[in-house]
């Protein structure tokens, strides 16, 4: 008996921590996570089956979940569950905050696509920073003020040495790259552009994140992470130019010719 409630609850977490990692910032996965985050019986309740029958796979060596339908229909009435097991209303500043992050995940990964196709060096990094953005969501999904389980706190800690990782390959394209004289354009090829667009993205998730850090729900090094992040994607959407040898758009200024008699 202790064996099977030992194993119940090694396979509710692993499945519940692939939730976070894979699909956190989406509405089925905070759905799915926080649900099984919480007791058997929500568990049993939101799958349908008894956790206890759980295996494991002879065939794969690993642990064996149910497959779940891929709606649950517990947010038709406007409300979503963090990962603590709060319910909110689904446009609080929390869900904007976690939305805006997984479409800037979304972005990173188009231009990714794109710097495959490109062959420019940055899709290993790329690949790393959709993990943290990840990690990103489930710091967010986790308040700091209403959160009591010191386990999902500590589980969902962000690093506070990440910004300074991406300071270190900044540092790296840019010696790369010539200085910058004048404003640019998103331009460069479509690795370049691309990676611009997600630049923007990620300067709104980092608004939607900076009233959170204010009240103390989420921890500052997420901020700082994202503020960091849009510094990192310029200087990748720059190099992505460069290693294409594509021109960057520069700005111009529109100079507007004086009116004379003659115009009428």
């Known amino acids: 008996m202790l064996m099977r409630r030992a194993q119940t609850r090694v396979i509710s977490e692993v499945y519940k921590f692939q939730q976070l990692l894979c699909v956190n910032t989406l509405e089925i996965g905070r759905e799915r996570f926080c649900n099984l985050a919480g007791t058997k019986q929500e568990s049993e309740k939101l799958t349908g089956k008894n956790v206890d029958e759980l295996h494991v796979s002879p065939l794969t060596k690993d642990l064996r979940v149910p497959k779940f339908k891929v709606y649950t229909k517990t947010g038709d009435q406007g409300t ?11 446009d609080e500043a929390v869900f904007w905050a976690l939305g805006d992050t997984d479409e800037l995940n979304s972005s990173v990964g188009v231009a990714r696509e794109f710097c495959l196709e490109a062959n420019n060096d940055l899709v290993e990094q790329l690949e790393e920073i959709q993990s943290r953005l990840l990690d990103v969501g489930s710091a967010i999904a986790t308040p700091a003020i209403s959160t009591k389980s010191s386990f999902k706190l500590d589980r969902t800690r962000f690093d506070d040495t990440l910004p300074g990782k991406l300071e270190g390959w900044i540092d790296e394209l840019d010696e790369h790259l010539p200085p910058l004289r004048n404003f640019i354009l998103p331009s460069g090829g479509k690795a370049a552009a691309f990676l611009h667009v997600a630049r923007t993205v990620c300067r709104r998730a980092e608004r939607r994140v900076v009233p959170l850090v204010r009240s103390g729900a989420v921890e500052a090094s997420v901020g700082i992470y994202l503020n ?5 994607l310029f200087t990748a959407a720059r190099y992505a130019a460069y290693k294409q040898n594509l021109p960057e758009m520069s700005y111009k200024k529109e100079v507007l010719k004086k009116q004379t008699a003659a115009d009428g």
């Open 228 to 232: 960091r992040l849009s510094d990192y």
């Open 80 to 90: 979503s569950s963090l990962y603590n097991g709060d319910r909110a209303a689904k």
